[in-house]
């Protein structure tokens, strides 16, 4: 059996615990923009104070960038 990279990521998105305090947001756009929406979601939410990070990500095959951003729930 061949897994695409799409199963991968589905399997490991399975493993997440609902209750681990994190808020995520998924986003798809073109590389620049996704760099773009990276820096103004770290920007907005700083790690010193969210734990902020980008907790996955992967190119489609139309060159868009899927990616998710999590930062804690709790420094609301």
Same mark, same amino acid.
């Given at each position: 059996?061949?897994? /695409?990279? /799409?199963? +991968?990521?589905? !399997?490991? *998105?399975?493993?997440?615990?609902?209750?681990?305090? =994190? +808020?995520? #947001?998924?986003?798809?756009?073109? /590389? @620049? @923009?996704? /760099? *773009?929406?990276? !820096?103004?979601?770290?920007?907005? =939410?700083?790690?010193?104070? =969210?734990?902020?990070?980008? @907790?996955?990500?992967?190119?489609?095959?139309?060159? #868009?960038? #899927?990616?998710?951003? !999590?930062?804690? *729930?709790?420094?609301?």
């Amino acid at each position: 059996m061949v897994f /695409r990279p /799409r199963d +991968l990521a589905s !399997r490991m *998105a399975g493993r997440r615990k609902p209750g681990d305090g =994190y +808020l995520r #947001e998924t986003f798809t756009l073109p /590389r @620049e @923009e996704a /760099r *773009a929406k990276a !820096r103004d979601f770290l920007n907005r =939410y700083p790690k010193a104070a =969210y734990m902020s990070s980008v @907790e996955s990500w992967r190119e489609l095959p139309d060159g #868009e960038i #899927e990616f998710t951003m !999590r930062r804690l *729930a709790s420094a609301d």
